[in-house]
């Protein structure tokens, strides 16, 4: 099956990945066969609370159902307990997506998952990342210091790991109900200074790669609708590759030119972002990107 993504395509993702002007996204998606997908947890609340609603899949919706029923902490308190026990993928594996990033050697990642994954991964490759969370309420803002109050700067030895929705180390920087998603997008809008100057530089001067994200998936219209839509007018490389799951429904070449047309024309009228979409399973376009890296590298 054709995975839209060019000729063309590849050879400017790989470009700017040697040149340092690439800046990951890594969705839930990343963390496929390690952690529990989204879904599958909304699933198992939805069971055991008792979820009145058809939507049981939907993590942000049964997740305010809980909220509701109980308090706010109450659903990402669970996410702490369950996400504690699990520990990290194997990084020695060719097709792991974090271990991939981390051997780009980028000075900054930028996840919406509330694990360390990516943070363990980098401390594999002998880097010494910095992790911080975005500070979008006021008990994160409150919390610990910022890494940034000591002077520093993201640089390929110590890259920062930026986590956007929050991690759950600390169960209040968690996005994770439709409240949540909608308090962060009105901060957002409203605070131009909530993200670090480094995040906005790497927004609006790198190709942004999208990795372990669906259409359907909050974190991913958030991202599109909210910040990368508020951003897209400045953007000074506006080729954005993003990895989806699932395929079209139609998985012909002809079927996924009429998705990408449909995607295309979709992000257009958020901004005038050019996309290309690698359709398929992560694992597959961790491996194609790893080999067309070690190609890359042997021909440049």
Not at 14 to 32: D, N, S, V, W, Y
Not at 54 to 64: E, P, T
Not at 93 to 114: G, K, M, Q, S, V
Not at 191 to 210: E, K, V
């Amino acid at each position: 099956m054709a995975k839209t993504l060019g000729e063309r395509d590849w050879e400017n993702l790989l470009q700017r990945i040697k040149e340092k002007k690439c800046t990951p996204f890594i969705g839930a998606g990343a963390c496929a066969g390690t952690l529990p997908m989204g879904s599958e947890i909304a699933r198992e609340w939805a069971n055991k609370y008792k979820y009145p609603l058809y939507d049981n899949g939907d993590l942000a919706r049964v997740a305010q159902f809980l909220a509701v029923e109980e308090d706010d902490m109450f659903p990402k308190e669970n996410i702490q307990r369950r996400f504690k026990q699990i520990g990290p993928p194997d990084f020695s594996r060719a097709d792991e997506p974090h271990a991939l990033l981390a051997d780009f050697n980028l000075p900054i990642y930028i996840t919406t998952n509330y694990d360390s994954f990516m943070t363990l991964a980098l401390q594999d490759r002998k880097r010494d990342p910095k992790p911080e969370l975005c500070r979008w309420n006021r008990f994160v803002e409150l919390g610990s210091p910022t890494v940034f109050q000591s002077g520093y700067v993201p640089s390929t030895a110590n890259p920062l790991v930026y986590h956007l929705h929050g991690h759950y180390d600390l169960p209040q920087s968690v996005v994770l109900t439709e409240d949540d998603y909608l308090d962060f997008l009105v901060h957002l809008a409203s605070d131009q200074a909530l993200l670090p100057p480094a995040i906005r530089t790497a927004l609006a001067g790198t190709s942004l790669l999208f990795i372990g994200y669906s259409l359907s998936d909050w974190h991913f219209r958030v991202l599109f609708r909210g910040l990368i839509g508020s951003l897209g007018a400045s953007l000074g490389y506006t080729s954005i590759a993003v990895q989806l799951t699932p395929p079209p429904a139609d998985k012909s070449e002809k079927g996924e030119e009429l998705a990408q047309r449909y995607l295309d024309r979709y992000f257009e009228k958020i901004q005038k972002i050019k996309v290309r979409v690698y359709w398929g399973d992560i694992n597959e376009f961790t491996k194609e990107l790893r080999e067309r890296c070690n190609d890359f590298s042997k021909s440049n």
